[in-house]
């Protein structure tokens, strides 16, 4: 039996450099994809796959994503009196989430691994998921969703991995799955014999690259506190992870649906595109709007 999951940790305090000057005043995390910040859909993501904390690692400036999620009674008044009953809602539910919300600070943009250690006391001894809200992956079943389901099976660490062109390794964290079996399949594990940050495509050991969805255990905080330094002068969570590789189970699980990377001004331009088109209420104006494009 796996211990549950009940905590996820989003890691919020990055520059967003590729988005600016978007990015200026207004954290990535709250630009929105069609009316949601990106920050909401990834904790809606982890609550519906059973989370019951959300513990934000944020800075200084990026306060907006926490007023997010923090009551607004003037503008529920508002939306009462305007008789607006389905926002209304929305927006309690909102607020609802937010009394599960934990921020912690991170002082300065150390890297991802750094982000992620800043939680170690919120989290503390238990197994907990990390959610990047610029990734986004749209399915039936939410990533994270299938990610808890996975996990009850195997335990250990976990994280949700796809195939990228081969001369994009150097973007991404990369599975090296040495003899393992690997069906290519989705919905499969992959074991995970090796893991390498943005490797050289001549380099990378397979096309396999780690997303922004991870279930990892505790044990994690201990690596992280030595504080090494790796690619591009960070601290990497995938060095502290690779330090694991053979201490406890280690999968990555081929997620099913479309992932969106919403860092990149591309990605996040498509995902508005697909998230549009799959709402019933923008279907048929999303297809107008392609055609006018082509
Ligand atoms: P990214 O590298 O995609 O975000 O990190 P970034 O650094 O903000 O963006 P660019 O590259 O300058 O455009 C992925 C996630 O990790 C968080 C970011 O906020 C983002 O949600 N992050 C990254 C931290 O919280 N702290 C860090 O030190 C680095």
Known sequence: MTQPVRKAVFPVAGLGTRFLPATRAIPKEMLPVVDKPLIQWAVEEAASAGIEEFIFVTAPGKEAIEAHFGPAPALDHALEEKGKDGLLRESRALAALGAHVTCVLQPEPLGLGHAVWCAREQVGGEPFAVLLPDDMVLDETPCLQQMVAAYGKVGGNLVA?????????????????????????????????????????????????????????????????????????????????????????????????????????????????????????LRDAVAVLCKAFV
Request: charged fraction near 30%; glycine fraction near 14%.
């Open 161 to 281: 991995v796809e195939d990228v062109p081969r001369e994009h390794t150097n973007r991404y964290g990369i599975v090296d799955p040495g003899d393992g079996e690997d069906t290519g399949e989705r919905g499969a594990l992959v074991a995970v014999a090796g893991l390498v940050e943005k490797p050289d495509p001549s380099q990378a050991p397979s096309t396999l690259s780690v997303i922004g969805r991870y279930i990892l255990q505790p044990r994690v905080f201990e690596l992280l506190e030595a504080g090494e330094r790796g690619a591009g002068g960070e601290i990497q969570l995938t060095d502290a992870l690779a330090g694991m590789i053979g201490d406890m189970p280690f999968h990555g699980l081929r997620f099913s649906g479309e992932r969106f990377d919403c860092g990149d001004k591309i990605g996040y331009l498509r995902a508005n595109m697909a998230y549009a088109r799959d709402r019933d209420d």
